[in-house]
């Protein structure tokens, strides 16, 4: 057990500060190979469509804002919360390092995604672990948090609501970034989506029969197959089959309103269901949301309290 507080890394994927950052974001997402022309214009259009920028880091920033309250609430001066994130600084390295030359040299990683696969969460971890270690640091993973009642709960609400402004005849489809499929054998990601979307749709009173589903979205591309069925192709398929009069996109796999939601969702998404001729909304995002925050931290508090606990002899 190490004197003084314990860190806390909340990590998230991170995104551009500003339009000119997208290439350097880019290159870093494809682990140092820059951008084709093309590519980068695709994802620059995806930004300009945004207003240039997502609003992911004023976001992210907010939700370790409310899990460092949260934790300061729960147990004043235990924790030192910084932020690490996959491809933007602050980098998760940056976070060890931050962490280390304070002398702080146990530190819970949490990552803002409920569902753990070892190619997203398990590498956040990894690369914190890693960087602790180096410094002479230990890390504790809280490694998902999809079964968390407050933020299922939470979702459950947030699909309720939407419904309510919806035709009777809505599907709701449940979505998540989608993986290679080399990735995902022996991967624990599929099935927690699968269970979560399950007790959502039970708790927000889904006919289990057509009320709701799954579906991937957001897929690379790249040649390789990712997961599917991806959510634009299901909602062509719902339009086919005559029985839905509307859509509702619950994407279960995200946190907040980033470009994922804001351009994938509510642009390209919404396109299609209007060429289709169905009604469409999704899901509002968990973003800082008080209560939900307040239970990451006991999650966070909990391995905080595993990591100081004496090893057995
Ligand atoms: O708003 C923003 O600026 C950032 C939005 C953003 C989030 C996000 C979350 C996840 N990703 C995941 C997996 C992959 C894999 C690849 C990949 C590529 C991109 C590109 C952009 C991008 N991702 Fe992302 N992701 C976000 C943005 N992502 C931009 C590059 C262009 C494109 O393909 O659209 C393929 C590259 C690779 O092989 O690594 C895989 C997963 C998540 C959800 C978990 C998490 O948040 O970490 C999984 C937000």
Not at 55 to 67: E, F, Y
Request: proline residues 6%; hydrophobic residues 45%; glycine residues 10%.
């Amino acid at each position: 057990m190490t004197e003084g507080p314990v860190g806390v890394a909340v990590m998230a994927y991170g995104t551009p500060a500003t339009p000119d950052d997208v290439e350097a974001y880019y290159t870093h997402i494809r682990r140092g190979r820059p951008p084709t022309p093309e590519q980068l214009a695709d994802l620059r259009s995806r930004y300009d469509a945004l207003g240039g920028t997502s609003s992911m880091a004023a976001r992210t920033a907010a939700q370790v804002d409310a899990i460092s309250a949260a934790l300061e609430a729960r147990a004043p001066g235990r924790c030192r919360v910084v932020l690490g994130q996959k491809h933007a600084v602050p980098f998760v390295e940056d976070a060890a390092a931050t962490l280390l030359a304070e002398g702080v040299t146990d530190v819970v990683g949490i990552v803002l995604a409920p569902h753990y696969s070892g190619f997203s969460v398990g590498e956040y971890q990894r690369r914190l672990a890693d960087a602790m270690a180096e410094g002479g640091g230990r890390a504790a993973a809280v490694d998902r948090w999809s079964d968390l009642p407050e933020w299922q709960a939470f979702t459950a609400r947030a699909v309720g609501d939407a419904l309510a402004d919806l035709p009777a005849a809505t599907k709701v489809l449940f979505t998540a970034h989608s993986l290679p499929e080399r990735v995902l054998v022996g991967d624990p990601y599929p099935g927690e989506l699968a269970r979560s979307a399950r007790a959502i749709a039970r708790q927000a009173g889904l006919a289990t029969w057509a009320g709701w589903g799954l579906a991937w979205q957001s897929a690379g591309r790249t040649p390789e197959p990712w997961r599917g069925p991806d959510v634009l192709e299901v909602i062509r398929d719902l339009a086919d089959t005559g029985r839905s009069e509307g859509v509702l996109v619950c994407p279960q796999g995200f946190v907040t309103d980033h470009l994922e939601v804001g351009y994938d969702l509510d642009i390209e998404a919404r396109a299609v269901a209007d060429e289709v001729g169905l009604a469409f909304a999704r899901t509002r995002t968990v973003d800082d949301d008080a209560t939900v925050m307040g239970a990451l931290a006991d999650r966070i508090l909990a391995a905080a309290d595993d990591l100081a606990r004496p090893e057995a002899p």
